[in-house]
């Protein structure tokens, strides 16, 4: 996969450190070869923007795209509308009960300790981040302002009045949240693939 980079993409590598360059190559890599098969295209003609620590994009008229991954998985989602996607491993080692009183506690109260697990805490977390890749904010400025609701499957800035609502997928040894604007079911392109990053 790493001989599908445009000189650009081989230039901006070349000023990453080794692991993000490796990460940034595969990762666009990956992305072309998805859309090449969606679009017909030979993978180097695919027009996409994608600088590192930014949300990749397509030309008006050609959809929408966002990708997420962890150590070992790389997932992308296409969609004509604004989509958004985040994948984590689910034996994730963190402490649940101090993650969420840092960051979720605020917007969700009736989550008491005694009530939360792991699982949960991180199908919320992966929820969210999906939700700020939607609206391609940051994490460290939008992870307070955003409320997850279980049932119904939504997610609420309150700051910025936007009302998404979520899927979770539970794949293998993944959990992988779609944020979107659809209230109902709709088809969705996904790719995933295992991979030692």
Not at 50 to 72: F, Q, R, T, V, W
Not at 109 to 124: A, C, E, P, R, W
Request: glycine fraction near 2%; proline fraction near 4%; include cysteine.
């Amino acid at each position: 996969m790493k001989d599908i980079a445009t000189l650009e993409e081989i230039k901006t590598a070349n000023n990453l450190s080794s692991s993000r360059s490796k990460i940034y190559l595969e990762t666009r890599a990956y992305l072309r070869k998805s859309l090449s098969t969606l679009f017909d295209l030979d993978p180097l003609e695919i027009p996409i923007k994608a600088d590192p620590g930014e949300p990749p994009s397509l030309p008006y008229g050609m959809g929408n795209i966002s990708l997420s991954h962890c150590k070992d998985a790389l997932t992308i989602v296409w969609h004509k509308n604004k989509i958004g996607i985040d994948i984590e491993r689910t034996d994730r080692d963190f402490n649940h009960v101090k993650f969420a009183e840092k960051y979720f506690f605020h917007t969700n109260k009736s989550i008491h300790n005694n009530y939360l697990t792991k699982n949960m805490i991180l199908n919320q977390w992966c929820a969210v981040e999906a939700a700020i890749k939607w609206d391609h904010g940051k994490l460290a400025k939008d992870i307070n302002h955003w409320q997850y609701f279980e049932k119904p499957k939504e997610l609420i800035h309150k700051k910025k009045d936007i009302h998404l609502n979520y899927s979770q997928i539970n794949f293998h040894n993944w959990t992988i949240a779609l944020a979107y604007k659809e209230k109902n079911y709709f088809n969705t392109e996904i790719i995933c693939c295992s991979k030692n990053f």
